[in-house]
């Protein structure tokens, strides 16, 4: 059995972490995640729509 050198186990390394990245990028790409993405996208602008459906409900049981 051959030994492994150092520089051979680095090349592996990076081979593994090179695979586990296009892994990962090709998940969030996928056609199954577009609706949890746009989903979590939208997510800040729901916080706005909230808040201003809050002051309007406040305003109305102020004038009550």
């Known amino acids: 059995m051959i030994p492994m050198d150092v520089n051979e186990l680095r090349g592996v390394h990076t081979l593994v972490i090179m695979a586990m990245f296009f892994g990962i990028i090709w998940w969030a790409y996928s056609s199954r995640r577009r609706r949890p993405n746009d989903e979590a996208a939208h997510l800040p602008f729901d ?15 102020k004038k009550r």
């Open 47 to 61: 916080d706005d729509e909230m808040e201003k459906r809050t002051l309007e409900q406040e305003k109305t049981e």
